[in-house]
């Protein structure tokens, strides 16, 4: 398992020490030189920034939708009964379905949900096509696909909360609100912060919903780094900056992490 995981970091690090262009082409060793390159790439540090903004709206939109799905079917309605096997579809469907679907609701001559919209007085463009909003636009549909997975496990979480507790509360005097905040919400602590850590990973390297809907485009405003690792060593055929960039992005990531749990993980009181 280890020389599973290994062999690929050891193989890309050594790649970003050389000048490949192709994969498998000859190479020589030229140490930092492709680092500096990289570093010196205007398109790279707007790359890591597109994906920082891509993980935080991620993360804040995923978890509205998550949570406010798992509230709703923790109620005893026939619809929550129901929404608890449908609420999964989004997740289900393949990623090359939904990025054919969304192209053609938010089609700006005949989508629908565009039509819906111009119904109302309101013109949405063509979201996909337009540099300004393309971006927010991809980010909307990630998190349509993918909230449905953190919803499940937060509703699974809800389910362990002792309804002692819960009615003792309530007993107290605490509205709905006040219990959820003082009681409910510090329950779930351990596993949002577990959830918020591995999504942000996973949501930070998505390529395929984006290359699909954008391919990175209009004009780059959807370039995000899987994006950019992906085009450099693929359509302007320099492995070894691509390698380079790859080695950076684990860099920055381990150090996103490292500080995620340094000052988020949950007090052992909590």
Do not use: C
């Amino acid at each position: 398992m280890a020389l599973v995981i290994a062999f690929p970091l050891i193989n890309a690090v050594i790649t970003s020490f050389q000048d490949q262009r192709t994969i498998g082409s000859p190479a020589e060793f030229v140490g930092f030189d492709t680092y500096a390159k990289v570093l010196g790439d205007s398109a790279f540090w707007e790359a890591l920034g597109r994906s920082g903004i891509w993980l935080v709206v991620n993360m804040i939109v995923q978890t509205i939708l998550a949570f406010a799905t798992a509230l709703l079917l923790q109620r005893s309605t026939r619809w929550s009964r129901a929404a608890r096997t449908w609420i999964v579809l989004p997740w289900v469907i393949p990623t090359v379905a939904v990025a054919v679907v969304w192209q053609w609701m938010l089609n700006s001559n005949y989508g629908i949900v565009t039509q819906l919209f111009r119904g109302i007085g309101i013109d949405l463009g063509s979201p996909f096509g337009d540099s300004a909003v393309a971006l927010i636009a991809v980010i909307l549909v990630n998190s349509w696909h993918w909230f449905p997975l953190s919803a499940v496990v937060i509703y699974g979480a809800l389910a362990t909360v002792p309804g002692e507790v819960l009615e003792a509360a309530k007993m107290d005097g605490a509205g709905a609100w006040r219990t959820f905040w003082a009681v409910t919400f510090p329950l779930l602590q351990p596993v949002l912060f577990a959830l918020a850590l591995v999504g942000s990973l996973w949501s930070f390297n998505v390529l395929d919903t984006i290359y699909l809907i954008t391919g990175g485009g209009p004009v780059g405003s959807t370039t995000t780094m899987p994006v950019y690792v992906y085009d450099t060593a693929f359509s302007a055929f320099r492995s070894s900056q691509a390698a380079a960039a790859s080695v950076l992005t684990v860099i920055v990531l381990g150090i996103a992490a490292l500080l995620f749990v340094r000052f988020a993980r949950p007090k052992e009181d909590s």
